[in-house]
């Protein structure tokens, strides 16, 4: 079975610092991939990130970078020079490619950036 | 460009009341889904579908219905609403069933049930 787990339920960070947003995960399977989305107090869902399990590479966009590590089954969101505008709950989800490919999503965490 | 239309927006039902929630999608997209989110928490998947006349349960399918009988439209029916069920539902949709793409992500429906 599937399941994502995000150990943060909140995290304050200062204006221009990175932040790392935590994200483990437990599958049995060997193709999967995983997501990261924004969700701002407006509510709707923004992608942000994808890594694929096969991928040799971290996945990067702009400034945002995922630290993919396969064998620690973990896949932490990575912000680098923070903005007041990317204070907002972030949930991390995955899909099994092997399977009948649901995706679901973990509990989130609600970062909030200081200026 | 309409991308995953969900109605409606908001919506009031009474404890036992039924209600359908559309989304509809023009991207012809295989993938279907429909999440729950409840206050400060996660989206929860309740029923999902990888093509017309296919559809799975999800995480929490109790006291949902889905249907999917084209490819562009997959309501979700509240059989008999109770005030757990108060929540906000998102639809979405993404290209195929084994993709690296992204699900594309309704706007919500606020559901209060009394």
């Known amino acids: 079975a599937q399941k994502i787990t995000q150990t943060q339920p909140g995290m304050f960070v200062q204006e221009k610092e990175a932040v790392t947003l935590d994200c483990t995960y437990d599958?049995?399977?060997?193709?999967?991939?995983l997501f990261w989305y924004k969700q701002p107090s407006s509510g709707e869902m923004i992608f942000l990130i994808y890594q694929g399990s096969y991928d040799e590479q971290n996945a990067t966009e702009g400034r945002y970078s995922l630290n993919f590590q396969k064998a620690r089954k973990s896949a932490n969101l990575v912000i680098s020079a923070s903005q007041l505008g990317d204070s907002a709950m972030y949930f991390c989800?995955?899909?099994?490619?092997?399977?009948?490919?649901?995706?679901?999503f973990g509990s989130g965490t609600r970062l909030s950036i200081r200026p | 460009n309409a991308g995953v239309t969900q109605t409606p927006k908001f919506q009031v039902l009474k404890t036992g009341q039924s209600m359908t929630l559309q989304c509809a999608q023009d991207m012809n997209h295989e993938y279907m889904s429909w999440y729950r989110q409840d206050p400060g928490m996660g989206l929860r998947l309740i029923h999902y579908?990888?093509?017309?006349?296919?559809?799975d349960q999800g995480e929490v399918p109790n006291g949902y219905n889905v249907s999917r009988s084209t490819t562009e439209d997959f309501p979700l029916r509240l059989l008999s609403a109770a005030p757990s069920q108060t929540s906000v539902y998102f639809c979405?949709?993404?290209?195929?069933?084994?993709?690296?793409?992204?699900?594309?992500f309704g706007d919500g429906t606020r559901l209060s049930i009394l």
């Open positions: 599958t049995s399977d060997q193709s999967y991939g």
């Open positions: 579908s990888v093509g017309a006349g296919i559809t």
């Open positions: 979405a949709s993404r290209t195929t069933v084994n993709s690296n793409q992204p699900q594309h």
């Open positions: 989800a995955m899909t099994v490619y092997s399977s009948a490919s649901k995706i679901i």
